[in-house]
């Protein structure tokens, strides 16, 4: 199981950000000599493609077709549904399946990860799929929120994207990760309205050590949104909306297989302190991964259509490893 104990101590960075708020309009990105994208601004290039292989293509997609989060089609087609406890977030929050649904939005069933507290008996959702996945393109159409469904706002919730390679020990070189997370609240210091984007090498949980490098996109990204992530080259870059908003390289560059991961929780010492219920919502209407290429976004909405017109809910292509 993925459990992400890091997350509970401290936020991502290990570089100084200068976070700067800029308004729903545009995209701005902010973090050491990084530069800045506008509404006008084209995209950069994608990196190079991977070498040409004879292989048949291997590709992960999910439209999440399902009923419930004890489906047996989802648990079939590789997904956990993560229950008990364990970090990251509030000491004590269990990890709840039940808060897992499959409702309709716009006539397509989603994803919805609902996480909620009263302030002491905190409930956080995650859904990863096997750990097979390493070099290619990554992509995730996700809803994020700025507010709770129910209940006072403010608490410092986390709503991500990401792949992981579990931490065999502490400064473990093998270890991997990339991540979207947005904080609508703020927290580890930083701003409300939030989108960190982060490649990790490795840490150390106890004491707390770091090796990773991070940018930070400040403004509202409530509503739904294309993150594409690419990993090819020495290089992971992440993609919003079409947009690219971070590009990092060694020495983060994830080296062995991870998994596809979505979770929501809050940050320890994040709550309010309001002792009435309130409850978050994530959705995802699909995933993508495909090995050993790189798609640019086009080309991954690209993919996502023709295989929605053909009628594909599920398939996975992807060989274990």
Do not use: C
């Amino acid at each position: 199981m993925p459990a992400r104990t890091h997350r509970a101590a401290t936020g991502p960075g290990t570089k100084t950000l200068l976070r700067v708020a800029v308004p729903a309009a545009g995209l701005a990105l902010v973090a050491g000599a990084a530069t800045a994208l506008t509404a006008d601004h084209d995209a950069p290039a994608a990196p190079a493609a991977l070498a040409a292989s004879d292989s048949p293509r291997a590709l992960l997609f999910d439209d999440f077709h399902y009923t419930a989060h004890d489906d047996p089609g989802l648990s079939a087609h590789g997904w956990t549904v993560r229950s008990g406890g364990g970090g990251p977030g509030v000491p004590g929050a269990v990890w709840d399946p039940s808060n897992v649904t499959f409702p309709d939005a716009d006539g397509e069933p989603v994803m919805r990860l609902e996480s909620s507290t009263d302030g002491s008996a905190t409930e956080q959702t995650e859904v990863y799929h096997a750990r097979k996945y390493h070099e290619g393109t990554y992509a995730a159409r996700v809803r994020f929120t700025d507010s709770p469904v129910t209940g006072p706002d403010g608490d410092h919730v986390v709503q991500t994207f990401f792949t992981i390679t579990p931490l065999d020990h502490p400064m473990d070189p093998d270890y991997g990760e990339a991540d979207f997370e947005y904080l609508p609240n703020g927290g580890w210091g930083g701003d409300a309205l939030s989108m960190y984007l982060t490649t990790w090498e490795t840490y150390r949980p106890d004491p707390w050590e770091a090796v990773n490098t991070h940018d930070v996109v400040v403004r509202s990204f409530e509503g739904w949104h294309d993150l594409v992530m690419t990993i090819s080259g020495g290089e992971v870059a992440y993609f919003i909306d079409g947009r690219e908003v971070a590009r990092h390289g060694e020495p983060y560059y994830p080296e062995t297989p991870m998994s596809v991961n979505v979770n929501q929780w809050f940050i320890a010492d994040g709550l309010t302190g309001a002792g009435e219920y309130r409850a978050y919502h994530q959705d995802v209407d699909w995933v993508l991964h495909v090995k050993d290429e790189v798609l640019t976004p086009e080309q991954v909405a690209a993919e996502v259509g023709a295989l929605r017109e053909a009628g594909t809910g599920f398939t996975d292509t992807v060989p274990a490893v």
